[in-house]
């Protein structure tokens, strides 16, 4: 609606309908004549110029006086405004064989300047209605609704040819909203109420087609980011802090070095292209190209970010410790390889690199965390109505390839299966986990200093609260196991005997071996179950806390003032109140 307010009127999108494009089109030509006609009235100024070269007084109230009649020419009455023009035209020309004006060349390009002005004017003058009734006609493009993408391919090809194309393919998006007319028009005519729900609709799709044919310029530039993220870590060589002058050419790498130094200044010019094209408004919706890039380059980053973690968090199902280590390895060198590129090219393409990384990685892992969730959840988070799904920059959802939705449920499950209580021992005092045969050392802190390095803060933020879910999810199992139990009154009864049996415990009991089995014997079933459970519990909080210290380790390095300042606010909360601190010290004394 801000941008319907901007016109003054109600009108279908943008310069689409055809009555709003003639009205549209009237005042633009109004709009012309008038800049033209301020333009030629400069007249006036021209005694200034005159002076220097001291041209004699009726001359230069000669030219005060044609700065007046054109002033009074008036758009309104085009009728007499067009031989008035013409007339003044003629008295330019005449005027130039006087007092020798032809031989100075400014004088003389300031009159055919005036001159071309009045022509314009003129132009402009005889424009009727009927030509711009054909104009709309011819410029009809509404047939090419569903024909034009067949041309994106060429398009973009183009693009990547010629960045500086992106300036004349702006017109042809805004030729495309006249496939708005016919439809839009009608409603209009109508009085319906669905015109700005319509007119939305069809100006989003719009867009949506003018971001897909533009998207080529962020694939192309996360393509030679490859190249230079590649040529960075794979070749060229870290200067030392001291080098000899003799190998100061082994160091140089000039042909590395120019290389980057192309491909940059190739980045460059993609960027530019698109920066290039002004704020366009494409029917109701305004496009800003800045913003325009900046959403390209998200989405690009979050499909090629989203791929990454999805393939490389695939793990074999009886795969060991190491392989489950070289995984996070990987990942982790892969994401700062796309951390680095951005802090590269930031300042060549006008972006906030570092804040647009942790933007969209974050996005990325909570949606995963959100929807792997889900799955303990009764009323689920469909991916349409998550907060943090997106339709301009979209999470790709991969199909599952375990019983996990995403990879951050793989990642979890993994660190669980080698974790797992059966087979591994926890040592707390140098908190790591052994196998129980082989007593070789499967995870220790370095593990979870790797997972953060790959998944950073939010990453191992989202393992914790999945771990949460599974808790509870045991938690919540081990209850109704023991309602059950409750239930049954033989139960009661048995536990109460026993209960009543062993008393305060101020007496022996005979043949202790004989009573404890007999009395263990009824639950024999609900004792394995019990043990899996509190086994299942205790490892997922043992994780739990592992993740707790690594976040903390983390934030008290990146953020020490933030974490400074959350703790104080932390033992304020839990203190209790100032005046039961003063009685309970009175009580004290």
Known sequence: MDCLQERGQWAPAGPCGCLYWRNAANQNRKKRYMSWRSESSKLRCFKIACLNMRVIEKLQNWFADMAKQVNNLNFEDLVLAGPRIIQLIQALEEVQAFHQLESNIQVKQFIMETQDYLHKMIKMANTKEDILINLDVVGDLSYAWQLIDSYTKQMQDGIKENPSLVIKLRATFLKMASAMDHPLLRILQANSNDLESVSRYYSGELVAYVRKVLQIIPETLFNLLARIVDIQTNKLRELPTRLDKDKMKDFAQLDERLEVARLTHAISVFTEGILQMKTTLVGIIKIDPKQLLEDGIRKELVRLVALALHNDCMFPPKSKSTDFVQRLEILGAKMDGFRRSFEYIQDYIEIYGLKIWQEETSRIINFSVEQECNVFLRNKIPEWESVYQSRTIPIPKFPPVDISVSFIGRL??????????????????????????????????????????????????????????????????????????????????HYQALAKAIGMGQSSIAQPAKFYTQATSKGAKLWPFMLETFQKIGQLQLLRRQLAYELRTVSRFDSKHLVAALETLNEYVLLPAPGARLLSNLQLC
């Not at 660190?415 to 021992?425: A, N, Q």
């Not at 939010?458 to 393992?463: I, N, Q, R, S």
């Not at 771990?467 to 049954?488: A, G, N, P």
């Open 412 to 493: 979890a499950r993994e660190l669980v299966r080698i974790t797992d209580p059966k087979v591994t021992v926890y040592i707390d005092q140098i908190t790591s986990w052994f196998d129980v045969r082989t007593r070789q050392e499967l995870v220790n802190i370095t593990v979870f200093r790797k997972l953060q390095h790959a998944l950073g803060a939010p990453g191992v933020a989202g393992l914790d609260r999945l771990y949460s879910f599974m808790i509870v999810r045991e938690l919540q199992s081990l209850q109704r196991t023991l309602d059950d139990l409750l239930r049954d009154k033989t139960w009661i009864a």
